[in-house]
């Protein structure tokens, strides 16, 4: 199993909805949590993160956390078609290696 | 403007030939990353740098090289014992702090290298 798993998708969704993006892991020493937007042949682009547990929202984008159930989310609300690209969780922990790790991404496309 | 610079954005290899990907940075940042990312594959460590004339080696470190001669550069050589070079490469780095489990990195822009 790996330590952090994500749906590649592609997620294909109309303009102005609500997209729901996803990371499970099994490590539970991480305690931050990271999203990123990455456009094709672009590098990729911190969008938030969070620490331990609970919600942080940032204008269309809630970031959320429930360290029980090892998952967290990435919502977008009002969904654009500029919101098209490919959306990376990473996560950090204390002690050992410092190295985030990263899932593989889920390819989104927001269509007009 | 604060960012991480890399280049060039394109580059090509030929057959036996090593070539060096320039990355900088002008956040102050004491560790620098290198990743490679190939579709569908998600994005594999290389290379990493906490301190100037330190390095360690990441999942993938065979068929490459870096340096660190100066806190804001970490150049990647990629050797001709890198046998499927192609991919797309990216540079990355972060503050680090006391204990380690707040790791946020930033990323470059990315350098495409192909193989004639």
């Known amino acids: 199993q790996k330590e952090v798993e994500q749906d590649p998708g592609p997620l294909s969704v109309p303009e102005g909805a609500i997209v729901s993006l996803n990371c499970t892991y099994s490590?539970?020493?991480?305690?931050?949590f990271m999203w990123y937007r990455q456009y094709s042949r672009k590098g990729p682009e911190l969008l938030m993160y969070?620490?331990?547990?609970g919600n942080k929202e940032d204008g269309r984008f809630t970031a959320q956390v429930d360290k029980s159930s090892k998952y967290i989310s990435l919502f977008i609300r009002d969904s654009q078609p500029s919101d098209s690209a490919t959306y990376l969780c990473?996560?950090?922990?204390?002690?050992?290696?410092?190295?985030?790790?990263f899932g593989r991404g889920t390819s989104l496309i927001v269509h007009p | 403007d604060g960012g991480i610079t890399q280049s060039p954005k394109y580059l090509f290899r030929k057959e036996g030939q090593n070539v060096t990907l320039s990355c900088e940075q002008n956040?102050?940042?004491?560790?620098m990353y290198w990743y490679r990312q190939d579709p569908g594959q998600g994005l594999r460590l290389i290379y990493y740098?906490?301190?100037?004339?330190?390095?360690q080696k990441g999942d993938i470190a065979e068929g490459y090289s870096v340096s660190r001669e100066k806190k804001e550069s970490f150049p990647l050589t990629v050797t001709s014992a890198q046998k499927n070079p192609t991919a797309f490469y990216l540079c990355?780095?972060?503050?680090?702090?006391?204990?380690?489990?707040?790791?946020?990195?930033?990323f470059g822009a990315g350098t495409r290298l192909s193989v004639l």
């Open positions: 990473a996560m950090s922990a204390a002690g050992g290696s410092y190295i985030p790790t």
């Open positions: 740098s906490q301190i100037v004339n330190d390095f």
């Open positions: 969070t620490y331990s547990s």
């Open positions: 490590n539970s020493a991480f305690q931050y």
């Open positions: 956040l102050n940042h004491d560790a």
């Open positions: 990355a780095s972060s503050i680090l702090t006391a204990g380690g489990a707040k790791n946020i990195q930033y």
